[in-house]
């Protein structure tokens, strides 16, 4: 189950996770820096955690403090990268997955010319990752859309938005020439799922909620086209990568009417990819938007330009597997990556709900290519568990160790069967704020930061168990776990 020699591995971050410095060098407020935490709210009531609206945003942007928002203060990554670098070369990664916070380069995203501070503070990070010979992966949208494109425009809905994202982009690509690997929009799929996070609609604002989040999905698709043609266009040796939330789900039974019901889970999961590879919309989501009285707004020009912008390879995270039936009162429900889904009986879960299936990480490999034909790229896989720092500052997280050594077992079965597969990033390698629940003690890193989730402690970094384990697996390109 050999990897092939030039195989990618890494770790995977967004700027609104660990960045923080949510003021500094005229950077704009995003969407995640509306992001509360609700201490008084269950983990595992992602609907609830998410939850926003025009008075909590007003409140948030008259707030002058990151003390109820803690993707403002992140984990201090903006000021430390250097030192988080440093830690990632040491473990031997050949790529790390970052985004590029727009609200840097663009604060109100409406700017005709780029900020200079923020273009100059990534130009520092990329010549940081080159000193250890680390790949940028670059993710141009990752959950951190201007906020004021989401107050004036409900976000995606409007086409205005296409442009002003476009011109961002184009930016990126002349001020960042040495990237190779672009991924467009992380998670696209998520529009439906948090369309606030991801397409910056404030669902109030909506007469129809679902027609508006498949609006702004189009969209994405059209600004996601025409920043890959771009791309390819103006870096012709980079590559483009589209990024799917990998959703796998069963049927809860062999009852016809639960296959059914699994079968239209994975087909709305795979519709994001669909567009992106194939540049055409599937027929069951056409009859799809027939049958819900979905009234989408596309035009032959837009789908001529989804047409030529086709990605070269497919990027996606894997955490967990989901369980479908036609009468979901027959389920136990439980949370998951932005989801709540039946509980699977033969699986166990986190602390945070989520189904640990690395089974189902095959199982994702081998549906993805069998459907695509196109390389692969699994960027996001991981757990988030409550670590302990000892007083000795070790971290003993056997718990980790499993579950990544279960997973690229599985990865590596995907790899003997013939999965193209060009590498694997964990989510993340080091501790940083949880995109849902903006929780500091949901930890995933490799590195342990010393943070709560008020935001209190040194921020100091410490090396867990893992830490090593996954040095050593990168030494010997998977052969070892």
């Known amino acids: 189950m050999e990897l092939r020699k030039d195989f990618l591995w890494g770790g995977a971050v967004a700027a609104n996770q660990v960045e923080g410095a949510w003021n500094v060098d005229e950077k704009g407020l995003s969407v995640a820096d509306v992001a509360m935490y609700r201490s008084n709210v269950d983990v595992k009531n992602y609907a609830k955690q998410v939850e926003i609206n025009s008075e909590n945003i007003q409140r948030a942007i008259d707030t002058k403090t990151a003390n109820d928002y803690p993707k403002r203060r992140g984990v201090d990554g903006y000021n430390r990268y250097k030192e988080d670098f440093a830690l990632y070369a040491e473990m031997g990664f050949k790529v790390l997955r970052l985004s590029i916070a727009w609200t840097r380069l663009y604060p109100t995203g409406e700017e005709l010319e780029p900020n200079t501070a923020g273009v100059k503070y990534y130009k520092k990070v990329f010549a940081e990752l080159k000193k250890y010979n680390i790949e940028p992966i670059v993710t141009l949208s990752h959950y951190e859309m201007p906020l004021n494109l989401a107050v004036k425009y409900n976000g995606w809905v409007d086409k205005k938005v296409v442009d002003y994202f476009v011109r961002f982009c184009k930016t990126c690509i002349i ?18 799922r948090h369309p606030f996070t991801s397409a910056g609609i404030i669902p109030e604002k909506s007469k129809n909620l679902e027609q508006d989040e498949y609006q702004a999905l189009h969209y994405q698709f059209l600004a996601s086209a025409t920043v890959t043609k771009m791309i390819h266009e103006m870096l012709p040796e980079a590559q483009v990568g589209c990024m799917l939330t990998k959703l796998t789900d069963y049927p809860s039974t062999c009852n016809p009417e639960d296959i059914l019901a699994s079968f239209n889970s994975n087909t709305l999961n795979y519709f994001c990819a669909d567009v992106q590879v194939k540049g055409e919309y599937p027929i069951l989501i056409l009859n799809f938007f027939k049958q819900h009285k979905l009234n989408i707004k596309i035009t032959p020009e837009e789908m001529l330009i ?8 497919i990027s996606f995270s894997y955490y967990m597997s989901l369980v479908s039936a036609a009468d979901e009162s027959s389920l136990e429900m439980t949370s998951g990556n932005t989801v709540i889904s039946g509980k699977n009986p033969y699986l166990e879960t986190t602390e945070w709900g989520w189904t640990v299936d690395p089974l189902g990480l095959q199982i994702s490999l081998l549906q993805l290519y069998d459907r695509y034909q196109k390389p692969l790229f699994i960027v996001e896989n ?22 990544f050594k279960n997973h690229l077992h599985e990865m590596k079965e995907a ?12 989510w993340g390698p080091i501790d940083l704020v949880s995109a849902a629940t903006s929780q500091m003690s949901k930890r995933y890193g490799f590195i342990y930061v010393d943070a709560d989730d008020d935001g209190n402690g040194t921020y100091n970094r410490y090396r867990k168990d893992s830490f090593g384990w996954y040095k050593h697996v990168i030494e010997t390109n998977g052969a070892e776990l």
């Open 306 to 313: 989804i047409s030529e912008g086709t990605v070269d390879f």
């Open 382 to 403: 991981g757990i988030g568990a409550a670590d302990i720092l000892n007083d000795d500052n070790t971290i003993h997280d056997d718990y980790r160790i499993t579950y």
């Open 415 to 426: 790899v003997e069967k013939g999965v193209d597969l060009m590498g694997y990033t964990s």
């Open 175 to 192: 001020e960042y020439p040495e990237v190779k690997y672009w991924l467009t929009f992380n998670e696209i799929d998520s529009v439906t």
